[in-house]
């Protein structure tokens, strides 16, 4: 089993930043990729961006590019979120994932999860 911790969000007003980390704990030899999905009140759960752990695949959604910047530390098995240039559309509940098996592709992979911390843009 794999255990992952959010911490970081808040509320930030339009066009500011904030960082996103996750921690992996238990059997982290087993992970191969991790990334980041929201979910805002009303609308399926989004996947966003992702980071292989073991080459320097990454992946992010077209409406996040250029705005958010995922990035890696294996010797303290965190993945960290940046996001900068905040837009209102960005509010929701931002969660950390880890795929069961394989690398960042395709989200239905996604075996374990954080359980989720709230990010919040004002207009």
């Known amino acids: 089993q794999v255990q992952l911790i959010e911490s970081g969000g808040g509320l930030v007003q339009a066009g500011g930043s904030l960082r996103l980390s996750c921690v992996a704990s238990g059997r982290t030899s087993s992970v191969y990729a991790m990334g980041w999905f929201r979910q805002s009140p009303g609308k399926e759960r989004e996947f966003i961006t992702a980071?292989?752990?073991?080459?320097?695949?990454?992946y992010y959604v077209d409406s996040v590019k250029g705005r958010f910047t995922i990035s890696r530390d294996n010797g303290k098995n965190t993945v960290t979120l940046q996001m900068n240039s905040l837009k209102p559309e960005d509010t929701a509940v931002y969660y950390c994932?880890?795929?069961?098996?394989?690398?960042?592709?395709?989200?239905?992979?996604?075996?374990?999860w954080g359980q989720g911390t709230q990010v919040t843009v004002s207009s």
């Open positions: 980071i292989s752990r073991r080459t320097n695949s990454t």
């Open positions: 994932a880890a795929p069961g098996s394989g690398t960042i592709w395709p989200p239905r992979k996604y075996d374990y």
